[in-house]
C-alpha cells in the first residue's frame, strides 16, 4: 500500500469482481432516484442528495466540477430546462461529485453511469453515487496500464500511461519520484460492452475525462446506434496532443463544435430532445420549483 492509503496492486485484483457486479449496478441504477440525503455535515453542511421518493428540480450546479460551467451550460441553453428523464454516461467520473459533471443530473432523477478507473476515487464515487462502476473504458478490448496517483499534486494527473502526451509522461516521473504512484495493469472495455451489460439502448449524453483516451474511444464507439445527442470532453495536457484525432472523429460522426467551457462541447445539430417521462410538476422555466419536492418516480420503481 502507498503511503496515504492507495490501494495496493493485489487489493484491486481481489476485489476487481466486487466493484464489477452486475446485479448491484443493475439495482442501484433502479434505487437511484429514492436514495436517502447524506447527513449535510458529511459535506461541509451541503445535501449531498434527495430524499426518499424525492428529487432536485431544477438542478443545482452548486456542487459540480469547479471552474466548469458546461453542466449549466447543457441544461439551460442546449436542453432548454427539460424537465424530462434524460440518459447519460460519464468517465471518468473521478469522485462522483465535486469533480463530476453529471453529479446534478442524477440528482434530478437521469439514469446514468459514473465509470472511474481509479480506485480510491471509485471509492468515494461509490458513497455518493448509486450508479458508480470501477472499469476503464477504452475504444477496443485490451490490457493496459494505469497510473494510479495520490496527493494533491498528482492525484488529477491520474490515467493510462499508453496514451499519456509527453507532458503527462513528465508528471508521472515526478510523481513516481515522490512514492505517489502505483502502476496498475487493468482491461480496457468498450463502452458499448458497458451500456449492453447493464440494460441500456439509448444514452443522450456522454461526459468524457480520461486523460488521453479520447482518440481510442471516438473511434470505436457508434454514436449514431445509441442516439447521442452530445458530448463533451475535457481538453486536458494529454488530451490536447490527440485534439486533431479527436474533433476529426467528431465531425466524422455528424457532430458540430458548440463552444469551450473549460470542457469543450460537441453536439448533434437540431433541438436536443428527451423523451424520457416527467421529472416533476415544474414548468421548465415557466415558474414554480420542484426542488426537494415529491416527484414522479421513475419506470419501475
Not at 36 to 48: I, Q
Not at 215 to 235: H, L, R
Amino acid at each position: 500500500m502507498l503511503a496515504g492509503g492507495v490501494v495496493s496492486l493485489l487489493s484491486v485484483s481481489l476485489l476487481y469482481s466486487d466493484f464489477g457486479d452486475r446485479q448491484g449496478v443493475e439495482r442501484s441504477l433502479h434505487d437511484s432516484a429514492n436514495a436517502a440525503v447524506p447527513p449535510a455535515s458529511a459535506n461541509g453542511g451541503k445535501a449531498m442528495g434527495v430524499h426518499v421518493g424525492q428529487r432536485i428540480f431544477p438542478p443545482d450546479f452548486g456542487d459540480s466540477q469547479a471552474g466548469n460551467a458546461a453542466p449549466a451550460y447543457l441544461f439551460n441553453s442546449i436542453m432548454k430546462k427539460a424537465n424530462r428523464m434524460g440518459t447519460f454516461v460519464e468517465f471518468g467520473c473521478a469522485d462522483g461529485t465535486t469533480h463530476s459533471t453529471t453529479h446534478a443530473y442524477e440528482l434530478m432523477g437521469w439514469k446514468g453511469l459514473c465509470i472511474e478507473p481509479n480506485y480510491p476515487n471509485y471509492l468515494k464515487a461509490k458513497k455518493a453515487r448509486k450508479n458508480a462502476i470501477f472499469a476503464l473504458v477504452t475504444g477496443k478490448p485490451g490490457k493496459f496500464t494505469y497510473a494510479q496517483m495520490e496527493g494533491p499534486e498528482c492525484n488529477q494527473a491520474s490515467g493510462i500511461i499508453e496514451f499519456y502526451s509527453p507532458a503527462y509522461m513528465e508528471i508521472l516521473r515526478k510523481c513516481e519520484a515522490m512514492g505517489k504512484v502505483e502502476r496498475v495493469p487493468l482491461d480496457g472495455t468498450p463502452l458499448e460492452t458497458l451500456l449492453e451489460r447493464y440494460g441500456f439502448t439509448q444514452v443522450d449524453w456522454i461526459s468524457v475525462d480520461c486523460e488521453g483516451c479520447e482518440p481510442s474511444f471516438i473511434s470505436g464507439f457508434d454514436f449514431t446506434k445509441w442516439g447521442v445527442q452530445v458530448v463533451n470532453y475535457e481538453p486536458n495536457t494529454a488530451a490536447r496532443m490527440h485534439t486533431d484525432w479527436i474533433e476529426a472523429g467528431f465531425a466524422k460522426h455528424g457532430f458540430k463544435f458548440d463552444r469551450e467551457l473549460q470542457d469543450r462541447i460537441w453536439r448533434k445539430p437540431g433541438a436536443f430532445k428527451l423523451e424520457g417521462e416527467v421529472l416533476s410538476n415544474w414548468g421548465g422555466g415557466q415558474g414554480g420549483d420542484c426542488r426537494l419536492c415529491n416527484c414522479a418516480p421513475l419506470p419501475g420503481v
